[in-house]
């Protein structure tokens, strides 16, 4: 995550700075988040009907946006995002874990009862 949040934030630097002319910074972002949404689906794994790594898939996204709303000197606005993000996947693991076991305990009642 930290390559990811880095590399964002090295590319919208670097997108704004190095050239002499001025560049449009939507053409950069826009390039970054295409990138890492390659680097997204590739942490989403399917087998049979589950889904694992959505969360890292969307927290390798969230990452990307926060290097460059450094990258493009939106500081405040990266703290902010950073530590609404991690409030989110600290409180909503919980909630999660516990959504999970009632719908398991619900299908293996089910499965019990079949014939």
């Known amino acids: 995550m930290a390559l990811v949040g ?3 934030c090295l590319f919208a630097g670097l997108g704004l700075e ?3 002319s001025p560049t449009d910074p939507t ?3 826009a390039q970054i988040v ?3 949404g390659f680097l ?3 942490a989403i794994l399917r087998q049979g009907n589950e889904v694992h790594g959505l969360t890292t898939a ?3 996204w969230v990452v990307a946006a926060i290097g ?3 990258g493009f000197g939106y500081y405040v606005t990266a703290i902010f995002t950073t530590i609404l993000v991690l409030a989110l996947l600290v409180l909503v693991r919980p909630i999660e874990a516990r959504l999970f076991r009632r719908t398991q305990a619900i299908e293996e009642t ?3 009862k079949l014939p």
């Open 18 to 20: 190095i050239f002499g």
């Open 110 to 112: 089910a499965e019990a």
């Open 34 to 36: 295409t990138g890492v």
């Open 58 to 60: 969307a927290s390798i």
């Open 6 to 8: 880095i590399g964002a």
């Open 68 to 70: 460059m709303s450094v």
């Open 27 to 29: 053409r950069i972002a």
């Open 40 to 42: 997204g689906a590739g």
